[in-house]
């Protein structure tokens, strides 16, 4: 399988670290070599994004499958990588809701992207409430004591 992204993450974080991701401002610049600014037509309409990206910092060689505390807090529960959103992923994958801020030619101006400068953008949609969870929505209450501070 190849993909090949459609932009790439301009400004924000130089690099990864928790929390307060809600403070970032970045562009996602969309590649002009392969798009026009009618891929956006409409965009604008929308508060919100989901973007999928790679996490181009991470070395392969750190990629973990194993369960693990997440953060490395032994007050949380060991758990596997896929009951986790941590970076050192099998194919190195992140997915964010981020706000739209603005939309000007190829750049969208956003917020509380947690992806970092340089980070590639695979794709961008809007996000529509209708994708939501439908129903309540369960998780451990570690995973919340993780997530209090993070946007």
Known sequence: ?????VGVV?????????DD?????AVIRIDGTRF??????????FSHLEVVFRFHLVDPSAISTSARHPRGNPDWPRV???AQRGKNRPNLLGVSRCRLLAVDGLDLH???LDAVDGSPV???KPYMAEFGPQGETVQPEWATELMRAYY
């Open 1 to 5: 399988m190849t993909v090949e992204p």
């Open 10 to 18: 301009v400004g924000g974080r130089a690099e990864a670290f928790d």
């Open 21 to 25: 991701w809600n403070a970032e401002q």
């Open 36 to 45: 026009g600014p009618d891929t956006l037509a409409g965009l604008d309409a």
């Open 80 to 82: 596997g990588i896929f």
């Open 110 to 112: 956003v917020r509380g």
């Open 122 to 124: 695979l794709d961008v």
